[in-house]
């Protein structure tokens, strides 16, 4: 499993991060707040100081890219010529325009955020764990992470993120290539280098008309193009000889129509019922599944409402903040941090910015390993077993009484926090994580004592 | 008991919870927060003003996200433009959350702050949860 690499994190890190963190101290002081990009823990790349943001696998955006200008760039050159001379200066012109507007809506929608959701806080995910403890606290197995909601009558289900530490808003998905939840997730489109979320939809939607409107266009012009030259007395093979290029625009334009034509088609169809591809092949609101009168509880039954809602309606911002600065409490023992984390594990080549990712690695690890390993014992909620390495330390914190370092409902992350203050920047990717969670761990601890007898817990010794 | 509200002393110049008041979905996906007064605050402040400061914030998001002519002609001349307009431009959404900004900080300062409360804006928070942190007064006794 991709997350092992991060199980030794806490002890050695542990030992080591007092002394280098103060070696390295005084020389981070003096160094630049950094932005929250460079501490993003998707798998996203930035350019441009955190303007432009792109999936770590940016696919066959280049491709996509370089198809279009090659053609366009053919188009110009050996078939526009000869149109202009015999039939009309507009195809040029024509040409251009849609080749901008395509190219334009291509890159907008590679580089727009397309509806990131950050994650969970610390204490938020605490939150969460403690409302979802306290009404399954008695099963064998911890209770599947899903709420349900009425949205317009209808029930929905909401899903857990486990990597996210929250539950998905209704039409959110999470997606494992970009290792985010998005917003109205669409699908992780490879040719375009990023994921379909609300945010990027309009963008999409437009890339794909103007492109089917460019390859059809181009294929017409071409057509005509090679049809007008053999009427001069020569023969096709003639014709084509004599522009050659126009073949290979014949082909591209031949083989693209099909595909984009049809993706058209079919976003259309999805734009105005208001749906997502996601939901679409999922088959959330299809009739065959739901057994009473229920559809799709977004859509407004009323296609030029859902155009106009899906297309047109107002750009919701951008959740995730990238070029906000971090606060300099977490910027400079979070430099430090990481070099001592940095140095002390073998980490895969990933940027600076990749740190606070290992600790939701971690957390992830940790709370996946309690539901593999743990399942088969009713023992404390997710987060107790996994405390007693740290416990030793834990514990001295802790009063006496609290034998057991099990806190039900408080998250494996507060004892992380706890045992290294270094470590809680780590975990904000945002700046007002600044009240350092001991405190309300602790006084939770005093509280829920009480009840933890109920649940059983394994004493530390 | 009393050996954790010192420590917590000496580690923190005001100790703190924090109150999350989560979205309400019930109309779909739209920016709207649940009224529900939830029981910590029970002791801090009326449950009038609590709901009247929520109910505010979710108007303004209604605002925000509301489909008229106007939101259609700002999307339809960004489309014309291929989205360009936006380098440009301020979008009607943004304005809005500026408008918020300056309310929720206008209520911290009137309301929030001399109970001991502080409101959280909800864009940093991913517009996910409103954060309401609690800061406990040292003078009394041990921590909620």
């Avoid at chain 1, 012109?93 to 507007?101: A, D, K």
């Avoid at chain 1, 591809?277 to 739901?290: A, M, P």
């Amino acid at each position: 499993m991709k997350n092992c690499e991060y199980q030794q994190i806490d002890p050695r890190a542990l030992s080591v991060s007092p002394s280098s963190a103060q070696q390295n101290h005084t020389e981070k002081k003096v160094q630049r707040s950094r932005r929250k990009w460079e501490v993003f823990p998707g798998k996203n790349k930035f350019f441009c100081d955190g303007r432009v943001i792109l999936a770590r696998h940016s696919g066959v955006l280049p491709l996509t890219l370089g198809l279009i200008v090659v053609t366009c760039g053919l188009f110009f050159a050996f078939d526009c010529p000869f149109l202009v001379e015999h039939l009309t200066v507009f195809i040029p012109v024509i040409g251009g325009v849609l080749f901008l507007f395509v190219v334009i809506s291509l890159l907008r929608t590679s580089f727009t955020d397309p509806g990131i959701l950050p994650r969970a806080t610390p204490d938020e995910a605490a939150d969460i764990e403690k409302q979802i403890d306290t009404s399954g606290s008695s099963t064998y197995r911890p209770p599947p992470r899903t709420k349900e909601i009425l949205i317009n009558q209808q029930v929905v289900k909401l899903k857990y993120c486990f990597t996210c530490k929250m539950f998905r808003p209704p039409r959110t998905s999470h997606c494992s290539l970009c290792d985010n939840c998005v917003e109205r997730f669409d699908h992780h489109c490879p040719w375009v280098g990023n994921c379909v979320g609300k945010r990027n939809y309009r963008f999409f939607y437009s890339f794909i008309i103007s492109l089917s409107f460019l390859t059809s266009f181009i294929f017409g012009c071409v057509v005509t193009h090679i049809t007008l030259r053999s009427q001069e007395g020569k023969s096709l093979i003639q014709a084509v000889q004599e522009s050659p290029a126009s073949v290979v625009e014949l082909v591209i334009c031949f083989f693209s129509i099909w595909s984009v034509l049809g993706l058209s088609g079919f976003h259309t169809y999805l734009v105005a019922s208001n749906l997502t591809t996601n939901e679409d092949i999922k088959g959330s609101w299809s009739s065959k599944r739901c057994t009473e009168e229920s559809g799709n509880p977004y859509s407004y039954n009323n296609i030029i409402t859902n155009c106009c809602v899906t297309l047109c309606g107002p750009m919701p911002p951008s959740l995730i903040d990238r070029r906000g600065f971090l606060s300099v409490v977490e910027a400079t023992p979070a430099a430090a941090a990481a070099a001592a984390s940095a140095s002390e594990m073998e980490l895969p080549p990933f940027p600076a910015k990749n740190e606070a990712n290992m600790c939701t690695r971690s957390t992830k690890s940790v709370l996946e390993r309690m539901v593999h390993s743990f399942d088969s014992r009713g023992l404390c909620p997710p987060g107790a077993p996994k405390t007693t390495p740290l416990g030793v330390e834990v514990s001295s914190m802790a009063t006496p009484s609290a034998g057991c370092s099990c806190q039900p409902g408080v998250a494996p992350c507060p004892p992380f926090s706890r045992s290294s203050k270094r470590r809680d920047s780590l975990h904000s990717s945002n700046p007002a994580f600044r009240l350092a969670s001991p405190s309300p761990s602790l006084s939770r601890t005093t509280l829920i004592l009480g009840d933890a007898h109920d649940i059983g817990f394994i004493p530390l010794p | 008991m009393a050996e954790t509200h010192s420590l917590q002393d000496l580690q923190q110049p005001a100790a703190s919870s924090k109150v999350f008041v989560q979205r309400d979905y019930g109309s779909g996906t739209i920016s709207k927060f649940q009224t529900k007064f939830p029981s910590e605050l029970e002791s801090r402040i009326d449950k009038q003003q609590f709901e009247e400061t929520i109910q505010t914030l979710n108007n303004l998001y209604a605002e925000a996200e509301k489909l008229g002519g106007k939101s259609y002609l700002e999307g339809c001349l960004a489309c014309l433009t291929a989205y360009t307009v936006f380098l440009c431009m301020e979008t009607h959404y943004e304005k809005v959350l500026k408008k918020i900004s300056r309310y929720i900080k206008d209520q911290n300062e009137k309301i929030y702050a001399p109970r001991g409360l502080l409101l959280t804006d909800p864009i940093e928070r991913g517009l996910r949860v409103v954060e309401i942190t609690i800061f406990e007064d040292r003078n009394i006794g041990s921590g909620r």
